[in-house]
Nanobody, 124 residues
Framework: QVQLVESGGGLVQAGGSLRLSCAAS????????MGWFRQAPGKEREFVAA????????RYSDSVKGRFTIFRDNAKNTVYLHLNSLKPEDTAVYYC?????????????????WGKGTLVTVSL
């Protein structure tokens, strides 16, 4: 089993940056593909970014491509999401999640484990 704990959220002005972290428990972290999802008030949880077990493959939603970067450090059991050029519409609770199947990592139904989320608020 994998337990995930996100951190790094907060309040930031539009155009600013944040780095989110997701620390995973367990020695099997490197076996999992990892994803970041987000959920804004009144909206469905949506895919943001995913990375395969080694970090050699990544994918992003069209809404964040070119602004957000996902990367991982398997030695630290941690996956990160660097958020640049933030917009008010990026405001949401951000969740990290784990799956054994990288191809499924763009779909919330394909994820096996979830963290509790960290709130990102982007002001004008």
């Amino acid at each position: 089993q994998v337990q995930l704990v996100e951190s790094g959220g907060g309040l930031v002005q539009a155009g600013g940056s944040l780095r989110l972290s997701c620390a995973a428990s367990g020695r099997t972290f490197r076996s999992y593909a990892m994803g970041w999802f987000r959920q804004a008030p009144g909206k469905e949880r949506e895919f943001v970014a995913a990375i395969n077990w080694s970090g050699s493959r990544t994918r992003y939603s069209d809404s964040v491509k070119g602004r957000f970067t996902i990367f991982r450090d398997n030695a630290k059991n941690t996956v990160y999401l660097h958020l640049n050029s933030l917009k008010p519409e990026d405001t949401a609770v951000y969740y990290c999640a784990a799956t054994l199947n990288y191809e499924a990592a763009k779909d919330k139904d394909g994820m096996h484990y979830w963290g509790k989320g960290t709130l990102v608020t982007v002001s004008l």
